[in-house]
């Protein structure tokens, strides 16, 4: 899930660390499609990340004003989530196949989904991507522009406008705060981080 979105809050993070804490909440009734994350909010236990990501937009006036502004603040979203996965998918990728995948995900990076955004920022002229104000969509796509700086900072070159949105939006007070050292801002899972999760959540 985005974590990069909660910069707007405090919060306390809980991780699950065996299979036994999986049960437990899911025995205590906590989970309801008994699966994480699961987000405790204003009295109620929010599971499915989109439905904890649009609850956590609306609270906090980072959704738009109007319908039209929702309309492209998800498509954009969604657009940035197809990518992401793509490239976080590389870390639990077989090895005969990450050869293969990384450079479809570098092409889809250049040639589909960056080109995409720089345009939409050329076509307005402003410093947000939607209604020139922040929105949660800035907020997912710089996270994604992070994501592939650390997997292949030379893909960001041919964009200019996208290297000064991510400088931009970064250099908000709680937004810079957040990317700080020790925040509660969590890198990309590596391997190994990928094999103790499957041994909790069984996958």
Not at 3 to 31: H, R, T, V
Not at 87 to 111: G, M, S, Y
């Amino acid at each position: 899930m985005s974590m990069l979105l909660f910069f707007c809050f405090q919060f306390d993070e809980k991780f699950i660390q065996s299979p036994e804490d999986l049960e437990k909440l899911k025995k205590d009734g906590n989970l309801m499609f008994d699966q994480v994350p699961m987000v405790e909010i204003d009295g109620m236990k929010l599971a499915q990340t989109r439905a904890i990501l649009n609850y956590i937009a609306t609270k906090y006036d980072l959704y738009g004003k109007d319908m039209k502004e929702r309309a492209l603040i998800d498509m954009y979203s969604e657009g940035i989530l197809d990518l992401t996965e793509m490239i976080i998918q590389l870390v639990i990728c077989p090895p005969d196949q990450r050869e293969a995948k990384t450079a479809l995900a570098k092409d889809r990076t250049k040639n589909r989904y960056l080109p995409a955004f720089e345009k939409v920022l050329k076509s307005h002229g402003q410093d947000y991507l939607v209604g020139n104000r922040l929105t949660r969509v800035d907020i997912h796509l710089l996270e994604l522009l992070l994501y592939v700086e650390e997997f292949d900072a030379s893909l960001l070159t041919p964009f200019p406008l996208l290297k000064a949105f991510k400088s931009r939006i970064s250099s908000l007070p709680n937004v810079k705060k957040f990317l700080q050292p020790g925040s509660q801002r969590k890198p990309a899972m590596d391997a190994k981080q990928i094999e103790e999760a499957r041994k909790v959540f069984k996958f």
